[in-house]
């Protein structure tokens, strides 16, 4: 259902977004990577499909399973939290994309996503990741909910209903994701889902990497790696960590 709902999500253009990044600044690949929330594999696929040799890391086994669907034995997949994973090797470039990481609600939280990120790249690999600004998760879509249908199967439809708020208190934007499975002859099922993000603005995350032991690092926005701005929903990362290869 996820990957039906989402089908429009542009990993393709992602991996190579952050692949000329790394070409452009020296990383020369294809190498080691460690895609962070892999999910159902969407990035993973397209580092694999780029010759890279990629771990896939995810909190979820059901989402996990669908990737080893999708994946096969192409990629290393393993369930594990972002804040206190530990895989025993390093890799030249680890990534962690669509906002992945506002799901971590407090500083201290995405800090410690942050030291583990590190701990797992050789001295001078890349780290690069994606978040939602505060504004972002503020004003995440217009009129404040996105609805659609799209097909699951031969014989089922998906029908979605979002709805966002932003709780001003808490500091975070709040999705209800509802659900409904429909079949051919009007039967369904339906759940619903609470998510919760944080926006994080380049200067709040600035400091969080400088603890983490990256040495440099730039924000930029999609596609154009151009400077963002007060107005900048998402932000792309490119940190590196200290150290010559």
Known sequence: MYDAIMSDVEYEHWADFILSYARDQGLSGPGAALDLAC????????????????????????????????????????????????????????TCVFDSLNNLLTPSELGAAFLRAAAHLRPGGLFAFDLNTRLGVRDLWEDGQIEGVVPLSGTQDVHYHWSHHYDAAAELGVVQALCRIVSEDGTGEEFAELHRERGYDPAEVAPLLAAAGFARWETVEYPDYAEPGPDTPRIWVFAWKAGLP
């Open 39 to 94: 999910g159902t594999g969407g990035l993973t696929q397209e580092l694999l499909a780029r010759g890279w040799q990629v771990t896939g890391l995810d909190g979820s086994e059901e989402m996990l399973a669908v990737a080893r669907s999708r994946l096969g034995e192409t990629a290393a997949l393993v369930q594990g939290d972002l804040r206190t994973f530990e895989l025993g090797r390093t890799f030249d470039l680890v």
